[in-house]
């Protein structure tokens, strides 16, 4: 929804009945690193008078280099309108010797630190299955173990990590400490064939559908005394404006459902 403006992206929020954003600060956006400074204040302002908060900040998939300069303007924005939470972008594994790459990214995320208690706002690593660094729970607390929790965190995905395969109890165990954020989707595997080859995919599909047992997931964070932003990762391909939205809604709905009972 990157061509909606604020108070277009405020309309579509509120219709479809969530009470805030992850709101994608990046390049093409109405709110990108350019522009942060004065944008999301003059946008948090005119949500927070419709009751609409911004849970996190989105960055863009390379947002990893706490040098940059768009850095710290960023950092400096979330800080002055409330959001503390901002995840990161991704360290892509190439081959390299893994405890090598361990060490750079750490350094990294040293960097972040050091900004992130100046401007009092926590960075994220995103369980992002695949070839990416923190790509599990695991993998994350390779990346931000002995750092301070209340800047640099974790943001976990149960649906990538349904894919990576970790064992949910263990894994929120593992990051308990650090754990900041959370992401809601559900992922499916899909068979296929190709000259006479067996291949699998994964794919989004709706919430009810998907490898993820959403109720034992909030039953966790409940165990953990979780208090931070759900997000509802409508990344659905193929679909109209009004297909998405509509899918969406019932995403949101199911877990409002499962609320009670967990």
Not at 207 to 218: A, F, H, K, P, Q
Request: some cysteine; overall charge negative.
């Amino acid at each position: 929804m990157k061509d909606l403006g604020i108070g277009q992206l405020a309309d579509t929020i509120e219709g479809l009945g969530f009470g805030g954003f992850d709101l994608a600060v990046r390049p093409g956006y109405p709110i990108n690193p350019e522009n942060v400074a004065t944008a999301l204040p003059e946008a948090a302002k005119e949500w927070a008078a419709r009751g609409l908060t911004i849970g996190l900040v989105t960055t863009n998939f390379d947002f990893v280099d706490p040098g940059k300069p768009e850095v710290e303007p960023l950092l400096g924005a979330c800080a002055e309108v409330g959001c503390r939470r901002i995840k990161l972008g991704y360290w892509v594994y190439q081959g390299e010797p893994y405890w090598e790459g361990v060490d750079r990214i750490r350094k990294a995320l040293g960097g972040f630190e050091r900004l992130c208690r100046k401007h009092d706002v926590c960075v994220a690593v995103h369980t992002h299955s695949g070839p990416y660094y923190g790509s599990n729970c695991a993998g994350a607390m390779h990346l931000v173990r002995d750092f301070d929790p209340r800047y640099v965190g974790v943001y976990i995905d149960p649906g990538h990590l349904s894919i990576d395969g970790e064992d949910l109890p263990m894994a929120i165990s593992m990051v308990r400490e650090h754990l900041v954020l959370v992401a809601a989707k559900s992922l499916a595997w899909f068979r296929s064939e190709e000259k006479g080859a067996v291949k699998w995919e994964h794919r989004l599909v709706p919430m009810r559908e998907g490898l993820v047992d959403w109720l034992e997931v909030l039953e966790l964070l409940g165990s953990v005394n979780y208090e931070g932003p759900i997000s509802l990762h409508s990344e659905y391909e193929d679909l109209s404006r009004e297909e998405l939205l509509s899918v969406t809604r019932d995403d949101l709905a199911y877990l409002k459902s499962l609320l009670p009972e967990a």
